[in-house]
């Protein structure tokens, strides 16, 4: 492939977030070629491959086994992940695999050993990541308007739906922290950094005490900042977060799905004076599948999506631990994975 041919790249699951946004961010991007869509149903294949002008592929394992994909987006449930991470990777496919990947430390780890060893891209989506408004506020914080930073406060939750959706579903890896409060905590390290320590969590459950609806994290860096994370599943919608310095704070509200065509706010206020700070709009999933291609293109771009994937998975993994989480939601220890493809 030369640098200028576009990645042939596919799609693990006729999924929901494919449908609505990704694969149509896949068919703007340039340096991408979709070129099939997988499914375990070959009507579902079929209605993706008919909308998106693409192949229908019946069977996930299929798909893998073709050598005219050199990329593949993973949009399985949470509980998938891992396990479709590792099929693709060890045939030879660039991986972006949706949020959340893992709630394994050691599993994160692996994956990107496998990726670095095999000379493949491995990111995970959080696609908010790439929108512009994020830097705006770190501009912002870096130009002095905030003082020193304090406290960020971030907030995802959404009100129920069907329950027979895959976020409730215990066995898939649903749950609050994995669908919503992955994006707070994830927010929590573009401010907080590498040093970041999860000082205490809580998760509230179900009815039936198995997948948990809502929770609160507290962290903090190693100079006092702290961030409060709220997330849940059972929540008037809400997507936001506020960083609060010695001398000003900004507001971001659409933080982590603001519409692709509309421009967003940022509030800043310091003392009296409130400013309201446009930010161009912009399509945040065409911009993470665009860095995506730039990893697949550029191994000097890949180390850095990876290490996120491996610091996103112990930020998870710690909270589950601080909140003591009931067996099912524990990532398993090291060493006693199954290196398993689901049929
Ligand atoms: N980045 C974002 O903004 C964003 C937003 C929403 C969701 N997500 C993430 O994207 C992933 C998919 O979420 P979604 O809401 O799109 O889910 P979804 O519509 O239920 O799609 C999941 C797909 O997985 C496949 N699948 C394989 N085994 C399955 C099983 N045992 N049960 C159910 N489905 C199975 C199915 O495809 P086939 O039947 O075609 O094989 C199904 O269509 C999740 O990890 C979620 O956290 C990300």
Redesign the pocket.
């Given at each position: 492939m030369s640098d200028t041919e576009p990645t042939g790249i596919a799609v693990l699951?006729?999924?929901?977030?494919?449908w609505r946004?990704?694969i149509p961010a896949l068919l703007g991007c340039p340096r991408l070629r979709l070129v099939a869509v997988?499914?375990?149903?070959p009507d579902?294949?079929r209605a993706f491959a008919d909308r998106f002008g693409c192949e229908a592929v019946t069977g996930?394992e299929r798909l893998l086994a073709r050598d005219d994909i050199a990329a593949v987006y993973i949009?399985?449930?949470?509980a998938?992940?891992e396990a479709w991470a590792e099929a693709a990777l060890r045939a030879g496919k660039h991986v972006l695999v949706?949020?959340?990947l893992t709630v394994s430390t050691a599993a994160a780890q692996h994956l990107a050993r496998l990726a670095r060893e095999r000379g493949l891209a491995f990111m995970e989506?959080?696609?908010f990541l790439h929108h512009p408004q994020h830097q705006r506020v770190r501009d912002l914080v870096a130009e002095g308007a905030l003082g020193t930073p304090r406290v960020l406060t971030a907030s995802f939750g959404i009100p129920r739906a069907d329950p027979a959706?895959?976020?409730y579903s215990v066995p898939?890896a649903g749950g609050a922290l994995?669908?919503t409060g992955c994006y707070p905590l994830r927010a929590a390290q573009l401010f907080l950094g590498d040093g970041l320590d999860v000082l205490g969590a809580r998760l509230g459950y179900d009815e039936d005490g198995g997948c948990d609806m809502s929770g609160s994290v507290l962290l903090a860096d190693d100079t006092g900042l702290t961030a409060q994370c709220d997330f849940g599943l059972d929540h008037a919608y809400r997507n936001t977060y506020a960083l609060w310095g010695s001398e000003g704070r900004v507001e971001v509200d659409w933080a982590f799905?603001p519409p692709p065509g509309r421009p967003t706010l940022l509030r800043l206020r310091r003392g009296e004076h409130t400013e309201d700070i446009t930010v161009p709009a912009a399509d945040q999933f065409l911009r993470a599948v665009t860095a995506f291609a730039e990893a697949c293109a550029d191994p000097a771009a890949r180390a850095p999506h990876a290490a996120d994937a491996v610091r996103q998975a112990t930020v998870l993994a710690t909270v589950l631990d601080r909140a003591g989480a009931p067996a099912p939601a524990r990532p398993e220890p090291a060493g006693t994975r199954r290196s398993h493809v689901?049929g």
């Open positions: 699951g006729a999924a929901d977030i494919a946004r990704t997988a499914s375990r149903t579902k294949a996930y949009p399985l449930p949470n998938l992940h949706e949020k959340s989506n959080f696609a959706l895959i976020r898939l994995r669908e799905t689901p």
